[in-house]
Each structure stands twice: as structure tokens, then as C-alpha cells.
């Protein structure tokens, strides 16, 4: 079954305690993007990858890193969370060819 | 600077009647639209894409209309069903990068 998968689907967390969110899809996608959506605010895209090793920021890319190491791959690294990264994320992956994006299932995190 | 812009934060239509999602767009760069439909505790899925180049864009019961002079599109959900209710993004892709706009809630009514 073609799928993204993210891990945590939830997280709770203190301010500075770095943290990894994990991106896995299996349909050998080469664009790959995070995004986040708060409300009133839609969806923002954070970072965004056209292949292994390349990477570009999104609308939103502040207190955030990310790295393509392998194609099925792409990890939201947040190095010192703060509260206002308190938000519903996204993880979403494609291929160059096509428009349709696959969303995984969203992580909620909390930074207090 | 909003790119994207869905003005109508909700819609209510009558099942069975057509439902019409605008979305507005102050790019002409933009490349493809694209809308996707989310689901509470879901990741938004796909639904239609229309390109820049065309105007109109069908599959089943959604359509997409594209007037470029305007900078608007719309999507057409014909005829409404109750598992439509959802809300809708509206995107556009340029450079690589997509934006989204806030989305709009539709919910039908029995």
C-alpha cells in the first residue's frame, strides 16, 4: 500500500529539547516536503526536498532543519523547540512528474 | 502577502445540490492548482489539479475552472454528497514550492 508515515503522531515536549519527527514513504518519490497548519493560517510549508541531498526552504523554514540522506527519508529536525512550533505537522512526498501530492497521517506537537 | 487566498472560511450546501469552492490567487507565475480535501485527524489527500494552460478540469463529480484574467478557480462538487463534508485546500505550486491557501470548511446538509 502506497503510504507516508510519520512518527510521532503526537508529542509533548519542553522548550529546547531537540526532537525529530520521522518521514517515511515507500512509492520511491523524489519531492518531499513538510508542512505545518495552524488555525486561520491553512498550510505553510516548511522545507522541501527534490532529492537525496537536496534540500530548499519553504514559507516557514525558521528553527527548523531537515536532511535527505535516502530517497525514502526526511526527518523535521527541530534543534531548540519553542511554544510557538506548537502545531499540527505534515509530511507529504511526490513524484516530479505529478501534481498529487500523499500526505501522512499529520504529527501534533506540543512545545510547553 | 497571502498568495493563495480562500476567502469563505465555511460553506453549507443541501445534499444532492452543487457545491462551489472559490479560491483566488494573486500570481500569475503559478504553474498547476491543485485542491485537496482533509478529514479531521487525517493528512489531506488529493482531489483534482488543473494546469495553467487549461481552463477546465473534470473527473467524476468535481470540476475545476481555471480564468486566469481573473486569477480565480473554483471547484464544483456535483452532486454534493454527505461524505464531502470536509474541509478544502486550495494550492498552487511555483518554483518547486506549493502554497496553500486556509482552507475552507463545506458542510453538507441532510
Known amino acids: 500500500e502506497a503510504q507516508v508515515t510519520q512518527n510521532p503522531r503526537y508529542l509533548i515536549t519542553v522548550t529546547g529539547k531537540k526532537l525529530t519527527v520521522t518521514c517515511s514513504q515507500n512509492?520511491?518519490?523524489?519531492?518531499m516536503s513538510w508542512y505545518r497548519q495552524d488555525p486561520g493560517l491553512g498550510l505553510r510549508q516548511i522545507y522541501y526536498?527534490?532529492?537525496?541531498?537536496?534540500?530548499d526552504k519553504g514559507d516557514v523554514p525558521e528553527g527548523y532543519k531537515v536532511s535527505r540522506k535516502e530517497k525514502r527519508n526526511f526527518p523535521l529536525i527541530l534543534e531548540s523547540p519553542s511554544p510557538n512550533q506548537t502545531s499540527l505537522y505534515f509530511c507529504?512526498?511526490?513524484?516530479?512528474?505529478?501534481?498529487?501530492?500523499?500526505f501522512g497521517q499529520g504529527t501534533r506537537l506540543t512545545v510547553v | 502577502d497571502q498568495q493563495v487566498k480562500q476567502n469563505s472560511p465555511s460553506l453549507s450546501v443541501q445534499e444532492g445540490r452543487i457545491s462551489i469552492l472559490n479560491c483566488d490567487y494573486t500570481n500569475s507565475m503559478f504553474d498547476y492548482f491543485l485542491w485537496y480535501k482533509k478529514y479531521p485527524a487525517e493528512g489531506p489527500t488529493f482531489l483534482i489539479s488543473i494546469s495553467s494552460i487549461k481552463d477546465k478540469n473534470e473527473d467524476g463529480r468535481f470540476t475545476v475552472f481555471l480564468n486566469k484574467s481573473a486569477k480565480h478557480l473554483s471547484l464544483h462538487i456535483v452532486p454534493s454528497q454527505p461524505g464531502d463534508s470536509a474541509v478544502y485546500f486550495c494550492?498552487?505550486?511555483?518554483?518547486?514550492?506549493?502554497?496553500f491557501g486556509k482552507g475552507t470548511r463545506l458542510h453538507i446538509l441532510p
Open positions: 526536498s527534490m532529492n537525496v541531498e537536496v534540500t
Open positions: 494550492a498552487a505550486t511555483r518554483d518547486d514550492k506549493i502554497i
Open positions: 507529504a512526498s511526490s513524484s516530479i512528474r505529478d501534481t498529487e501530492a500523499f
Open positions: 512509492m520511491n518519490h523524489e519531492y
